[in-house]
């Protein structure tokens, strides 16, 4: 069923950007990166350190202002009305790194917070869904407990939850598991795959290479915030055709 | 099974830890005798500490003369409120039992140990030998009153939000009661004194100041530069000044700012001058608080959809605020004890009536007995403080990172 209605959208371009330029003071981050996904693509964003990954998938949702170009999310051009802004967070969810739940609420509170009071549904309703959610992140039983007294693993599913709690058309993660123990990744990406086979449209920045060979259907490499190349991860691990791509490919791998 | 359990006993005691405790003259060599000058330190202090306490103690119980106590006791605790109309502290004194009650049968914890305090010292008061047989009856009444609103807490429906509003209200309904309004006869608030004029003047002061510290706090952060450089001279200005000049300049300068005709009294102008005071440190703690949040949960905030508002409500205020409870605490703490310096601009509050007392020939050389008992009501109540929010913090600090 969710299948039949993404293939009447396939092709749907949901995320446009066209010549988008970003500095932070004279440090021109993001330098006319143009790029289009359409609904329902995986899109894994790579590169080195510092290269503006985070920066680009941040101004997606607001969080970083773009200084020349047009990011056009879902049809809502997103300028500087704060208007338009808060529309489009409707529209994206944003995993972090640090997971940024609020410590001093419980998992359930984390959860319903926007959906009441953003998108104004009844508690209940707003509490049956958190609850369902929590059963698809695998931690049904945690519901009453505070951030603090769960593991990374779990903090970060928690966090996914809450993105996914709004109902996003467009799921963000900005290296979701860098900051967990080696035993929690593969928890959390599992989550993250099954996602991606929901038919989510979702751009991660990772340097989990075997997630992005699997689930990717685009890669794009940044370097100095530039794109670099784009491709299947076929065609940009088995072939890559620029040699900052076959730098960086050879440092990571 | 059993003979398993049996086992598993025997071979946890086998791995007790060896005991660590050293005995009394390892506790004594350890902690004061480890070496030669800390030996001569030791002695030094145990000396001192016996003629101090020996000095205290021969005072107190010996040479003391505490009559000067219980006879003025109403002086302390009320200055020269109307006699015939005391029965209004008492009711004040009883709405504020009722709610320390409530809230103790509600939240338990702090708020029981605060009730079970204000009763001891009801009672206290009850069985001492000078207060008189009316008051007696009231002690009696307010401690029943406390006892009453614990066990009735959980049988009114939304008591925790009744509990809330009892203690906004009890603010206003207190300054109402005790003045009059011509609904009663009116007390004219120069007669005012005593704990009640300290406790008034405090407690309005934190209370109100809290919000307008809260309101100075986000304008010194805004982004309307009118907003943000009036908020900083505002706090600037007022944390450049000491309390005594403010209360100084409420006494003469509020007067020049009101229509002719119109006068706010004494008592009033020194809580105004002693709110805008506190207001300003109130102010910094606050934006303290705000900015030990880190940036994340202003991100995930906006990333789930909150807007502005919403995040600093739901996100941002209540972890700073709870970040800062210390200094909260210790900011009420210490206008608590400033107050005090009402009396230098002509109100008799607790310091004020000391001071009434000990010029009473009658009286004459008992300052030490007077000074003593003050300081130990001031510290009873900043030490109930103090208590109160260490508690606070434990309790609320369950689910912190
Ligand atoms: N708030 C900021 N102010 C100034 N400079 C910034 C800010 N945020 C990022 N930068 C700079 O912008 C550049 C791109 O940063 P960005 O965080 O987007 O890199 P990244 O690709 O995500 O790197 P990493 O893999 O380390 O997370 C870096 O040089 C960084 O120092
Ligand atoms: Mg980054």
């Known amino acids: 069923m969710a299948e039949a209605n993404i293939a009447k959208e396939e092709g749907k371009e949901i995320i446009v950007c066209n010549g988008v330029n970003k500095w932070f003071g004279d440090l021109h981050v993001l330098k006319d990166v143009s790029l289009t996904v359409k609904k329902g693509e995986v899109l894994v964003i790579l590169g080195p350190s510092g290269s503006g990954k985070s920066t680009f998938i941040r101004t997606i949702n607001g969080l970083e202002e773009v200084q020349k170009g047009d990011i056009v999310i879902d049809g809502i051009n997103l300028s500087h009305d704060i208007k338009d802004i808060e529309a489009i967070r409707k529209e994206t969810g944003m995993v972090f790194q640090q997971f940024n739940l609020f410590p001093h609420m419980t998992i359930l509170k984390n959860i319903t917070l926007a959906p009441i009071w953003v998108r104004k549904k009844p508690k209940a309703e707003a509490e049956k869904i958190a609850l369902e959610l929590l059963e698809r992140v695998g931690i049904p039983e945690q519901a009453d407990k505070y951030p603090g007294q769960l593991s990374g693993g779990q903090q970060q599913r928690v966090a996914i939850a809450r993105a996914l709690a709004m109902q996003p058309e467009i799921m963000l993660f900005d290296e979701p598991t860098s900051a967990l123990d080696p035993e929690m990744i593969k928890e959390v990406l599992d989550v993250m795959k099954e996602l991606a086979r929901s038919g989510m449209t979702m751009l991660c920045v990772t340097h989990e290479m075997g997630f992005a060979r699997e689930v990717a259907d685009r890669i794009v490499l940044f370097d100095e915030g530039e794109i670099i190349e784009t491709g299947t991860p076929e065609e940009l691990f088995d072939n890559p055709k620029h040699d900052r791509t076959k730098l960086f490919l050879s440092q990571i791998l | 099974m059993n003979t398993n359990l049996n086992t598993d006993q025997s071979l946890e005691k086998t791995i007790e830890p060896p005991k660590s405790s050293l005995g009394v003259f390892g506790w004594l060599k350890k902690n004061l005798f480890s070496n030669w000058y800390n030996s001569i330190l030791t002695i030094i202090s145990v000396i001192a500490l016996f003629y101090i306490v020996k000095g205290v103690f021969s005072f107190v119980f010996i040479s003391a003369q505490w009559s000067v106590i219980s006879e003025n006791y109403r002086l302390f605790m009320v200055g020269q409120y109307t006699k015939a109309e005391i029965w209004r502290v008492w009711s004040c004194l009883g709405v504020v039992s009722l709610l320390f009650g409530l809230s103790a049968g509600i939240w338990k914890g702090t708020a029981r140990h605060m009730s079970v305090l204000l009763s001891v010292i009801l009672l206290i008061h009850m069985l001492v030998p000078f207060t008189s047989g009316t008051a007696k009856m009231w002690l009696g009444i307010n401690i029943g009153i406390v006892v009453f609103g614990y066990f009735l807490a959980p049988f009114i429906p939304k008591n925790k939000i009744i509990t809330i509003a009892g203690w906004f209200l009890s603010f206003p309904f207190t300054i109402f009661l005790l003045n009059g309004f011509g609904v009663f006869s009116t007390v004219k608030t120069n007669v005012w004194g005593g704990l009640l004029l300290t406790l008034l003047i405090s407690v309005v002061a934190i209370v109100v100041s809290f919000p307008i510290g809260i309101l100075l706090a986000l304008g010194r952060t805004s982004n309307l530069p009118i907003v943000k450089y009036f908020c900083i001279a505002y706090i600037e200005i007022i944390r450049g000044v000491p309390l005594i000049t403010v209360f100084f300049m409420a006494q003469l ?98 310091l004020g009536i000391a001071q009434t007392v000990i010029s009473n020939p009658d009286f004459l050389g008992r300052q030490m007995e007077v000074y003593m008992y003050i300081a130990l009501l001031y510290w009873v109540i900043a030490y109930s403080m103090s208590y109160a929010s260490r508690r606070m913090e434990k309790s609320l600090g369950v689910g912190e990172r």
């Open chain 2, 253 to 350: 300068m509020i007067p020049l700012f009101l229509p002719e005709g119109l006068e706010i009294n004494n008592v009033l102008r020194v809580m105004i001058g002693a709110t805008l005071f506190t207001a300003a440190y109130m102010a910094e703690n606050v934006r303290g608080g705000l900015q030990s949040i880190p940036s994340g949960q202003f991100e995930a905030a906006k990333a789930i959809g909150l807007n502005g508002p919403q995040a600093m409500t739901f996100i941002i205020m209540p972890q700073a605020l709870r970040a800062i409870i210390p200094a909260i605490v210790g900011q009420s703490i210490s206008m608590f004890k400033d107050t005090s310096l009402v009396a230098i601009v002509g109100l008799i509050d607790l």
